[in-house]
């Protein structure tokens, strides 16, 4: 993969659709941008609920407007000044007419620098049905399809062969849109990629409704096994995440893929040993890299070696049975408070082990 990857945005589509005030939203958009995210796609409809204005606002450029084929939303996008207009189409088979898209396509390029096109059930047709847009397509100039699987209807190698095959005749860029009902539409959005397609969507933590691909995800995944040097860095990534999550006022699930709190935290005493040995056993990259730290957590799964590399990271020694020792009393804890052990917790068993030594000869 050499070509260059680039993100379209659905996190402030989504921030609009859940009421996130503007001012909140302006202070998403240089948090994005650290991840060379460089366009944006809202709603046109989220923007009336949401009673956004955006005239004034210096996000304009950035944004692509959402319409659907209605010359009343295309007219009032133009009132908004949206100068990037997305015309979102349904294909019905059984009314294969195309004359209204044809009518929205004319009128979006009276004044719109940049239109698209959204075929929103792309992923059920045929490509006998797709070709029939090229025409189009080209009498519009339109700038990029959008390849949208709303349905989540397909799994990578369906979105590569369909993709690679539909590149070799359509006569303009296509982006992938992908939606995440199973939980595949990272790794679909992977495979667009690799079919040659440049532009993906995709949302932080793939928040959405229907949900979309993890940006952090697509990203981590084409820096690192794709050996992409132009991927920004992200030793900020999971800060920036949890707040843009914050701004929206959504939670960022503990076990989430590379930034969820608990991704790299170990308890168990033979993962313990293991990955202070040899860390890729466990960890697919260095939890550093996408800002976070490696946690030894102590609770009832603990072992010995748990316990003495816990005391090491802070310069204090544990002998193995000083280790056995306090094992007992650890486990003892963990499944009264069913929790682990916190760090003052452990603290006050380390400097109170002698006392505990003594009590459990007795």
């Not at 001012?23 to 709603?43: C, G, Q, R």
């Not at 349904?90 to 007419?97: A, E, I, K, R, Y």
């Not at 004319?106 to 025409?135: G, K, M, P, R």
């Not at 920036?240 to 893929?257: E, H, T």
Request: glycine share 4%; aromatic share 6%; proline share 4%.
């Amino acid at each position: 993969m050499k070509q260059m990857v680039m993100v379209v945005d659905q996190t402030i589509n989504e921030a609009l659709r859940l009421g996130t005030p503007i001012a909140a939203i302006e202070l998403m958009i240089p948090l994005l941008k650290k991840y060379s995210i460089e366009t944006v796609d809202v709603s046109l409809h989220h923007l009336q609920r949401s009673g956004t204005s955006l005239e004034q606002s210096l996000l304009l450029p950035l944004l692509r407007c959402k319409t659907h084929s209605s010359l009343e939303e295309i007219a009032e996008a133009k009132q908004m000044g949206f100068t990037r207009l997305i015309i979102t189409w349904c294909h019905q088979p059984l009314h294969p007419s195309m004359d209204q898209l044809a009518d929205a396509l004319a009128a979006a390029q009276e004044f719109a620098q940049e239109v698209y096109v959204c075929i929103e059930n792309a992923a059920e047709l045929s490509t006998s049905e797709l070709t029939l847009y090229w025409s189009l397509l080209v009498r519009y100039q339109v700038k990029r399809l959008i390849y949208q699987d709303i349905g989540s209807a397909l799994e990578p190698f369906g979105v590569y062969r369909k993709l690679e095959k539909l590149q070799r005749t359509i006569p303009c860029p296509m982006e992938f849109h992908g939606h995440n009902a199973y939980g595949l539409a990272s790794a679909n959005s992977l495979a667009a990629l690799r079919s040659g397609v440049q532009y993906v969507a995709a949302a932080v933590s793939g928040v959405g409704s229907p949900n979309h691909a993890a940006m952090e995800e697509v990203l981590m995944v084409v820096k690192h096994l794709w050996k992409q040097e132009q991927m920004p860095s992200g030793i900020s990534l999971t800060a920036d995440c949890i707040q843009i999550l914050s701004y929206m006022g959504v939670q960022l699930p503990v076990d989430k893929a590379l930034i969820g709190r608990d991704v790299f935290a170990h308890e168990s005493g033979i993962h313990v040993d293991g990955i202070t040995k040899n860390p890729l056993l466990y960890e697919v990259i260095e939890p550093e890299e996408v800002g976070q730290t490696r946690q030894l957590v102590i609770g009832k799964h603990s072992g010995t070696a748990s316990l003495r590399i816990k005391f090491l990271q802070w310069n204090l020694d544990l002998s193995q049975t000083e280790a056995l020792h306090m094992l007992e009393k650890v486990r003892r804890i963990a499944s009264m408070q069913k929790s682990p052990l916190s760090d003052l917790q452990l603290h006050q068993l380390y400097w109170h082990r002698d006392e505990l030594q003594n009590s459990q000869i007795s």
